[in-house]
């Protein structure tokens, strides 16, 4: 059951402002919808807001205040989306939706589940980028990078942690 972070990274690891990410790539969010498409997504409220909830996954956000937050169902009567408190609840309601887990941000809830973590998927974008919200730093002891994609402005890199948690 793997725990996949996703994520667009500058290359000083800035992930965001706060309120939105620096780059917004028309390829980097078709893979994005490919690579997560049926599966859940964890996320915290901003991301969240930010996001809203994405035709074909179902988002587990974690909240201080769970119970102010309320989800549509699907067409087959299933939750689109499910409020958590802790990172410990949301990969708990995310595993019993499937096998593969996404975290999709921000920087808070990747560092809350990065001891959880298996694999990354990043854009890696070629230039740096304003913001105080940052992804963790990958270790290259810790984290195996085992494919790469390049492009123009960015590379799509994958990585396998080392290591037993």
């Known amino acids: 059951m793997p725990?996949?972070?996703i994520a667009v990274v500058a290359r000083n690891g800035?992930?965001?402002?706060?309120h939105d990410q620096p780059f917004k790539f028309r390829e980097d969010w078709a893979r994005f919808k490919r690579v997560?498409?049926?599966?859940?997504?964890?996320?915290?409220?901003?991301?969240h807001e930010?996001?809203?909830?994405?035709?074909?996954?179902?988002?587990?956000v974690l909240t201080r205040h769970p119970e102010g937050l309320t989800f549509p169902r699907a067409e087959d009567g299933k939750p689109r989306g499910y409020a958590v408190s802790s990172i410990e609840q949301a990969l708990?309601?995310?595993?019993?939706?499937?096998d593969t887990v996404f975290i999709a941000g921000g920087g808070q809830v990747y560092r809350l589940a990065w001891p959880?973590?298996?694999?990354?998927?990043?854009?890696?974008?070629?230039?740096?980028?304003?913001?105080?919200?940052v992804f963790?730093?990958?270790?290259p002891g810790g984290w195996l990078e085992v494919a790469?994609?390049?492009h123009e402005q960015f590379d799509f890199v994958r990585y396998q942690r080392r290591s037993a948690r």
């Open 3 to 5: 725990v996949v972070a």
């Open 14 to 18: 800035v992930i965001g402002d706060g």
């Open 36 to 47: 997560t498409m049926g599966h859940p997504l964890i996320m915290g409220r901003p991301t």
């Open 50 to 60: 930010a996001m809203g909830l994405l035709p074909g996954r179902t988002s587990v």
């Open 92 to 98: 708990e309601v995310a595993r019993g939706l499937d």
């Open 116 to 133: 959880h973590v298996d694999e990354l998927d990043l854009t890696r974008v070629h230039q740096d980028a304003a913001g105080d919200v």
């Open 136 to 139: 963790p730093d990958v270790d």
């Open 148 to 150: 790469r994609e390049p």
